[in-house]
């Protein structure tokens, strides 16, 4: 069974670029979360998706990212305009379903901005 | 914000010794979970304790909770040159999925 699938795994810009991220769940897992890690740290929820609604987006700064799962599958996150502090690993993570599900990693996306 | 902070922050060990990390969190939690990451890659889930357990065994883990204390250890027996990796706790305090995650034990494991 394949596991969690993000692209780009690297992505470099410079500041004020937009940039998308992208991520396959496992099939079959209704639960999706975007995780920002930033170097040295543990990771960070920005969001966390039941099917294709966003149940908890209260750490996502609405500002300059978004967010979408169309049909409850794939997902993209976006950043418009990136920042030299958005620098950082966005790692997609998926569930059976939500609560205390174990979570499953993608490899994540190593973004940097010049 | 980090709901657990680990300690050590960094812990280097020769292979075939145990190496043990510990766990301290904040508010009231259903579980602890603890989960491995290797460089450049994504976190992998090694082991969930409930808050009614006190200790449990996979493989070469040992894992403890004590909830009065508000604490958790994560013991590696006989570690690997493989074990070699960034060791997260995480707990989910409104049993939501919302995992917040300490900022983790890096363990060198030397051949």
């Not at chain 1, 620098?87 to 205390?100: F, I, T």
């Not at chain 2, 996979?58 to 009065?68: I, K, N, Q, Y």
């Not at chain 2, 250890?73 to 995650?101: E, H, Q, V």
Request: glycine share 8%.
């Amino acid at each position: 069974e394949a596991g969690v699938v993000q692209s780009p795994r690297y992505k470099i810009i410079e500041k004020k670029q937009p940039v998308a991220f992208w991520c396959n769940p496992i099939s079959g897992h209704n639960t999706l979360y975007w995780y920002l890690q930033n170097l040295g740290q543990g990771p960070e929820l920005l969001i966390r998706y039941e099917n294709e609604e966003a149940v908890d987006d209260s750490q996502l700064p609405k500002d300059r990212f978004s967010a979408e799962r169309l049909k409850g599958v794939d997902s993209t996150l976006k950043i418009q305009p990136a920042e030299l502090g958005d620098s950082a690993v966005y790692l997609c993570a998926s569930s059976p379903s939500g609560g205390a599900d174990t979570q499953y990693f993608g490899p994540g996306t190593r973004l940097t901005v010049l | 914000s980090q709901q657990g902070e680990e300690d050590p922050q960094a812990l280097s060990i020769q292979e075939g010794e145990n190496a043990t990390m510990n766990c301290s969190y904040k508010t009231s939690i259903n579980n602890l979970q603890w989960y491995r990451q290797n460089s450049g890659r994504g976190l992998v889930h090694l082991i969930l304790i409930r808050s009614n357990e006190r200790e449990k065994h996979s493989g070469r883990l040992r894992v403890t909770l004590d909830t009065s204390k508000k604490s958790s250890s994560l013991l590696i027996t006989a570690s690997r040159a493989a074990d070699t990796a960034s060791y997260f706790c995480a707990t989910d305090p409104g049993n939501t999925g919302k995992l917040i995650f300490g900022q983790g034990t890096t363990l060198q494991v030397k051949p």
